[in-house]
């Protein structure tokens, strides 16, 4: 997990994500073993209803707001055994900054 701390890297890894809206078909209903790191340095299950989906990537990342305010970016990998790996990591505020800095 990349924790992002500027930014500049916030920036940075919200241009190379390719980012997209969540649409009908985004599902975060995994098992309880699917679970990620989180840079408000807990670990989150993909299912938890108390994150956010905020956007979504292909082929299956997620960008997840948590309820401590971090956002996280997160890729489902395997089709029979699921785990999840967590790209990058920032708090809220400092994603908020950076989509405002781009427009978004
Ligand atoms: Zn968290």
Known sequence: ????????????AISESNLQPKNSLTSTN???HVTFQCSCN?????????NQVFAIAMPVKFCFICKNQHVSFVQV??????????IWSCKADLFNEALDQLGM
């Open 1 to 12: 997990m990349q924790i992002l701390n500027t930014k500049d890297e916030v920036i940075q």
């Open 30 to 32: 995994y098992g309880n």
């Open 42 to 50: 807990e670990t989150h299950t993909v299912n938890d209803i108390s």
């Open 77 to 86: 990998k395997g089709f029979f055994s699921q785990k999840a790996n967590t």
